[in-house]
């Protein structure tokens, strides 16, 4: 089930986003949780699974589209459907908008089963 990010769930959040390549350097993850905090066109949900948050996905929402910023699955959660379920969910929860992929997460989401935008145009 994807939720919106609470400040109780920062540490949980911040183990997540460790996981993205560009986000292992301390100091550029505590940033990151700061620009998801305070900007209001970022938003960052997690995906709870029974008791479990085991996903994050970061959002950097526009007029009309959805950019995933980040994606993140707990290793011992991989390859069971958690991010396309990820991905799945928020486009029902926006359905209004087109999702687009950044170069950091273009990779894995053009393996999703929606439509799925890039940066540069569509797929």
């Keep these: 089930m994807l939720i919106r990010y609470k400040k109780t769930f920062e540490k949980i959040a911040m183990g997540l986003l ?3 390549p560009n986000e292992k350097d301390l100091k ?4 990151t949780m700061k620009q998801y905090e305070s900007e209001e066109n970022l938003q960052l949900f997690l995906w709870k699974a029974g008791e479990d948050i085991i996903g994050l996905v970061g959002v950097l929402m526009n007029e009309d589209s959805a950019k995933i ?3 993140s699955v707990n290793p011992s959660h991989r390859q069971q459907g958690i991010g396309k379920s990820m991905v799945k ?3 029902e929860l926006f359905p209004d908008k087109k999702i687009i992929a950044n170069e950091n997460t273009e990779s894995f989401l053009s393996k999703c089963d929606i439509t799925i ?7």
């Excluded at 550029?28 to 940033?31: A, N």
């Excluded at 935008?117 to 797929?123: L, N, P, R």
């Design 89 to 91: 969910a928020l486009n």
């Design 69 to 71: 910023q980040h994606i």
């Design 117 to 123: 935008h890039t940066e540069k145009g569509s797929e």
């Design 28 to 31: 550029k993850l505590q940033q």
């Design 18 to 20: 460790s996981f993205m």
